[in-house]
């Protein structure tokens, strides 16, 4: 599980916390809302995106009731001093699935969000307010998306199929990695570690949108009850602290089986364009939160194979929907492909041959100075890149 649990340092005065894709697709909801009082911009014929601004209260969502028009949003969420309330989630009707949120929005941060809203009703939900659960009424925008639905439809399957096959690559490492623990070869298992990883690490949003699959592969101790506690963290632990195979060989036949569920699992992801461009800056975040911070492979220090990985992820995943970008986004385009390549070279240095890291060094080798460093290149990356989702809609 590599939602963000702590803060990483990002230099801001109020920070922005991004976006977490949600591998469900919007459903077009049955029934036109009622006209209802529409309150902030709406799409308009030029394809501009409608904003619709929610503050975190201690009372929940502010406001509780919002109307918007059907087509490419953008939820700006901001916390003035709500101490209890730091989420904003879009649910369907029913409540039962998550569509799209903000996370990890303390008191004097902010975040936003991009979703193509389809006419219909949905739920707004901000845990811990005293009136948690709220109304989003969307009213047909007649003319609809603008966007090419074949182009974005090659945009899902590009993007699809890389996810499928970082999934079976997932499944093949992981099952020679699991070979190594259950063989006791400790040397083995500890240096194929992080190789084993890294497919997962590249699609980690998608994982996430399955339920408990994610926590039981990538949980971190403490993110469960203990006796729940299995997946890469649970071993890593027992490969480094005990210094032992000893009693890993269910765990990792269940983290073999747990891959293996979610590469058959991806043929039923359906996914928006808007979600595959959160997803890349999910998976940045990804980086910030755990990578930057040490925080993921506490016990191996491989954390920069999995930031690699990472960004990869986010790479594919921008190159899957850039050809949505209109052609007077180059220049935004252009920004992007630069930074990604500045973070390149940001980790260039790191990269050693036969680093154990697969390939990196350890991330206990970082001085503060350049931990700082790699994270002001995902940060400088990060932003031009949150503003793709909204963009891709059109
Ligand atoms: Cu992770």
């Known amino acids: 599980m590599s939602t963000i649990e702590q803060n ?7 920070r922005t916390r991004s976006l977490t894709l949600v591998g469900a697709a919007l459903v077009v909801v049955g029934g036109l809302a009622a006209a209802g009082c529409t309150e902030k911009e709406v799409a308009s014929d030029d394809g501009s995106v409608q904003v619709i601004e929610v503050a975190l209260t201690d009372a929940g969502c502010e406001p509780s009731s919002l109307s918007a028009t059907a087509g490419p949003t953008t939820f700006k969420v901001s916390n003035d001093d709500a101490g209890g309330v730091t989420e904003f989630e879009v649910l369907t009707a029913d409540g039962g699935r998550v569509l799209g949120e903000s996370e990890n929005i303390g008191p004097g941060l902010d975040g936003s969000f991009s979703l193509t809203l ?28 603008t966007g090419d639905p074949a182009a974005q439809a090659q945009a899902v399957s590009t993007y699809l199929a890389y ?28 240096s194929l570690f992080a190789w084993a990883r890294e497919p997962y690490e590249t699609i980690e949003p998608i994982a996430e949108s399955f339920g408990d699959l994610d926590p039981r592969i990538d949980a971190r101790e403490g993110d469960v009850p203990a006796a729940d506690w299995t997946g890469f963290h649970r071993i890593e632990e027992a490969l480094w602290v005990q210094q032992s195979t000893a009693g890993l060989a269910p765990l990792a036949d269940q983290l073999v089986a747990d891959m293996t569920t979610l590469a058959r699992s991806i043929p039923s992801v359906q996914l928006e364009p808007s979600q595959i461009a959160n997803g890349a800056v999910a998976l940045l975040d990804e ?4 990578k930057i911070t040490g925080e993921e492979d506490r016990y191996s220090h491989t954390d920069l194979a999995d930031f690699a990985a990472n960004v990869a992820g986010a790479k594919a995943a921008f190159q899957a929907v850039e050809p949505l970008l209109a052609a007077d986004e180059a220049d935004l385009v252009s920004t992007i492909q630069q930074r990604f390549a500045d973070l390149d070279t940001a980790l260039a240095p790191y990269r050693v041959a036969g680093g154990p890291a697969d390939g990196y060094v350890l991330y206990t080798d970082l001085t503060p100075a350049q931990t700082a460093a790699l994270a002001g290149s995902v940060d400088a990356l990060a932003e031009p890149l949150s503003r793709v989702a909204a963009l891709v809609l059109q």
């Open 8 to 14: 990483a340092p990002r230099g801001r005065a109020r």
């Open 118 to 145: 389809k006419a219909g009703s949905y739920q707004t939900y901000c845990p811990g307010g005293s009136k948690e659960k709220g109304t989003l009424e969307v009213a047909d925008g007649g003319s609809g998306l």
């Open 163 to 190: 996810v499928q096959q970082q999934a079976d690559e997932g499944v093949s490492r992981t099952t020679q990695f699991a070979d190594a623990v259950k063989a006791g070869d400790l040397a083995k298992a500890q």
């Open 287 to 290: 980086v910030s939160a755990s």
